[in-house]
């Protein structure tokens, strides 16, 4: 069974393989949503945004972004820096062990910025 590690929250649960990271985290009490978006948001649509987690290790073990993941993500200014490692977790399908950071803040001051 995959392993997700959530870095912030330093907890780790099992899941089954093609299990969905939005459906596991919130039903381990793993907060994916920041401020307002706890209430307004899609709820798994693939249409808000909101759910950005960062993969740190294993996007090998995910599955592939689809085209509402890709149209969406690369409408939001904190996809700019992390195009490697920024899912939205309710279109992430879990096939190994991956570590996940919830709710990663927007750097518009860092390097690759405005690079
Ligand atoms: S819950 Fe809205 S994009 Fe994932």
């Avoid at 649509?45 to 960062?54: I, P, Q, W």
């Amino acid at each position: 069974m995959p392993t997700i590690t959530f870095a912030n929250e330093k907890k780790e649960i099992q899941v089954p393989a093609g299990a969905n990271l939005r459906k596991e985290a919130l039903s381990a009490g793993v907060s994916l949503y920041p401020g307002i978006h706890k209430v307004a948001n899609c709820h798994g649509f693939g249409t808000c945004g909101s759910c950005r987690v960062l993969i740190t290790k294993g996007m090998e073990n995910t599955s592939s972004k689809g085209i509402i993941e890709s149209a969406r993500l690369a409408g939001l200014l904190a996809y700019i820096g992390n195009e490697g490692t920024m899912r939205l977790a309710c279109q992430t399908t879990v096939k190994g062990d991956i570590t996940v950071t919830t709710c990663p803040p927007m750097n518009m001051f860092g390097e690759n910025f405005f690079s």
